[in-house]
């Protein structure tokens, strides 16, 4: 079983500022099967990014994914009071067929 | 917009089944596209799936709770159901239900959540 871990696991940051939040894989992932997600408290997960760096519908550009192989990062660019919530990432493995997901970093305001 | 609502008890006792139901609106459960899934958050835990089920029947489990979980499918009801024996305190969480494309594609829509309590 793939085992993902993410980097920090909390990361304090003021509105404006960038965030880069990593997602290291236990082996190689395909880029096609890693995906990012938003948490706020209390609600469901939110679709971010798919095949790594590809953006959801409605996602907005400040929000992007890059990464290859073991190493994966979200960014995002200028961050607004909106971002500040838990994000996860996700990989799928075909053999056996499943899907695991990192911890969480939880992104707060400095 | 397609939809996904969790519906079932909220409190399980330890040693018995877990049974939840995932109503799918404004849509399709029959979509040749998607996949459906199961997916559940222990309080102040991260996210784990359990296992995505095809309208054909199909299905794909975690491999750690495979022993316990059944998932179906009823596609005149347009649902699809989550079952989880032998519950103990550690089946406490949020189950979410979800919809993804081909295996390996993520989890575009989600529904909001239901809280299920293991205890006697």
């Known amino acids: 079983e793939i085992v993902l871990t993410q980097s920090p696991g909390t990361l304090s940051l003021s509105p404006g500022e960038r965030a880069t939040l990593s997602c290291r894989a236990s082996?190689?992932?395909?880029?096609?099967?890693l995906a990012w997600y938003q948490q706020k408290p209390g609600q469901a997960p939110r679709l971010l990014i798919y095949?790594?760096?590809s953006r959801a519908t409605g996602i907005p550009d400040r929000f992007s994914g890059s990464g290859s192989g073991t190493d994966f990062t979200l960014t995002i660019s200028r961050l607004e009071p909106e971002d500040f919530a838990v994000y996860y990432c996700q990989q799928y493995g075909a053999s056996p067929p499943m899907y695991t997901f990192g911890q969480g970093t939880k992104l707060e305001i400095k | 917009q397609l939809q996904l609502q969790e519906s079932g008890p909220g409190l399980v006792k330890p040693s018995e089944t877990l049974s939840l139901t995932c109503s799918v609106s404004s849509g399709s459960i029959s979509s040749s596209h998607y996949y459906w899934g199961w997916i559940r958050q222990p309080p102040g835990k991260g996210l784990e799936w359990i296992g995505t089920?095809?309208?054909?029947?199909?299905?794909y489990y975690k491999s750690s709770l495979k022993s316990r979980v059944t998932i179906s499918v009823d596609t005149s009801n347009n649902q699809f159901s989550l079952k989880l024996s032998s519950v103990t305190a550690a089946d406490t969480a949020v189950y979410y239900c979800s919809r993804h494309g081909p295996p390996g594609t993520a989890f575009d829509i989600w529904g909001q959540g239901t809280m299920v309590t293991v205890s006697s």
């Open positions: 089920i095809y309208y054909s029947g199909s299905t």
């Open positions: 082996q190689s992932v395909s880029s096609s099967y």
């Open positions: 095949g790594a760096s």
